[in-house]
């Protein structure tokens, strides 16, 4: 099936981009693996027909708003983020006519409607960055409260204000002060990411995007415990095979497991499932991404 895939992807001109979390047999097939931010610059400069995005549906949906001339597909039609769906467009709406000064940062982990309604987005590798760039004192920043939080320690000058106050990943929620006493107790660094809760931020050593997991990962005392979904440890146990990773078993993302060799070989096949949305909703989202990736990381 491998071999097949990969003819398929030369014969269509294909490019396969995959999120740090999915299944090792879909990363070993991609042309990109990377974080939601190196997957959207990849998305940009790429001159490929076809963009296959194995990850979740916002990530499908950010390559097609840099790319509105190009096909793109996602595997599998349902792989969303239960985060995304925290932030609608009506929140944002009230939030803005509460707050007429403040400045809307949208965290890419969003639908495309609601980056339509942001100044500019952001990913968990630029986040502080971006909210740093902007003259506003006061930021709408959704739909993350975690991400928030951290923006808002590192910023203590600015007025972060969480939309809505509780969205969360319940993959990152999941760690708990419990999981920083058993990693203590053996040693290492907790390497955490700013989607996790802030008493989990506050105790680890560090806190990185998975693509800064990736970048640090020879660095640091061992065991390195990979707070963030378990497939990120596998990832930095095949790129630093000298070096010891603890996963959580529990924290998978069941959205990001949908996608399998045979639902990627039908879709590089049938060229499905097509990313379909409003060419003024990509506009106004485009605007927004193209000012994050001004800022970079
Ligand atoms: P990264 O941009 O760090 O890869 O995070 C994306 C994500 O979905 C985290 O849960
Ligand atoms: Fe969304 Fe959490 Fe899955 Fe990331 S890990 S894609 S934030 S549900």
Redesign the pocket.
Known sequence: MEKEIRALKARKNAVILA?N?QPMEIQALADVVGDSLELSVKAKETDADLIVVC??R??AETAKILNPERKVIIPVEDA?????DFLTPEVIREAKERHPDAAVVVYV?STAESKALADITCTSANAVQVARSLPNDTILFGP?ANLAAYVQRELPEKTIIPLPPGGH????AGFTLADIEAARELGGTIVCHP?CPPEIQEQADRIASTGGMVRDAATGDEPWWVF??REMAFRLRVLYPGRVFYEKPEAV????KKISLTDLQRALEREEHEIVLSPEVMDRARRAIERMLAVGT
């Open positions: 999120h979390y990850g979740v916002f990530m969303g983020c239960p985060l995304a982990n993350d990943c319940y993959v990152h989607e963030t979904e993302c069941a959205d990001m």
